[in-house]
């Protein structure tokens, strides 16, 4: 039915849009391959920790575990995109954290959240990433375990 419908609405569209990726798959994508090359290992894509939450990356640089939010989009024409990790967002990722660290059997000494803005498509040529290191910090209503 979504095809039919999409058909309707988007007479021009490509038959294929639906094979591609989402922009959100495609930067973090962008991401993972940024954070490598800057020495990081990739510990997960889209984690999932309980029901609603969701770690877009969770990476070690040295001895700290990283968790990363990926914010992608195509222009900058309404702000940088790592203003929207506003309060609700770090604290999703607050609770998302704590719960991934309860989970390990050895929890590391350091941890820290970092933002990756990815401005581009993938249609594009080179996208443009920025990478904000310990972009904010553990929400307050959170204890490390």
């Not at 998302?96 to 401005?119: C, G, T």
Request: with cysteine; proline share 7%.
């Amino acid at each position: 039915m979504w095809k039919t419908v999409k058909r309707l609405l988007f007479p021009d569209a490509s038959p294929d849009d639906a094979e591609r990726p989402s922009a959100g798959l495609w930067g973090e994508s962008q991401a993972e391959r940024a954070l490598r090359q800057k020495g990081y290992s990739i510990l997960g894509r889209r984690v999932r920790v309980g029901r609603r939450d969701e770690l877009d990356l969770v990476a070690r640089d040295g001895e700290v575990l990283v968790f990363v939010e990926v914010k992608t989009r195509k222009a900058e024409t309404f702000g940088r995109p790592a203003t929207a990790v506003n309060h609700a967002k770090r604290h999703y990722l607050s609770r998302a954290a704590v719960r991934y660290l309860k989970q390990l059997r050895q929890p590391p000494d350091a941890f820290r959240f970092d933002v990756v803005e990815v401005i581009g498509t993938a249609d594009a040529p080179a996208p443009l990433i920025r990478h904000i290191e310990n972009a904010f910090p553990l929400d307050r209503c959170y204890r490390v375990p």
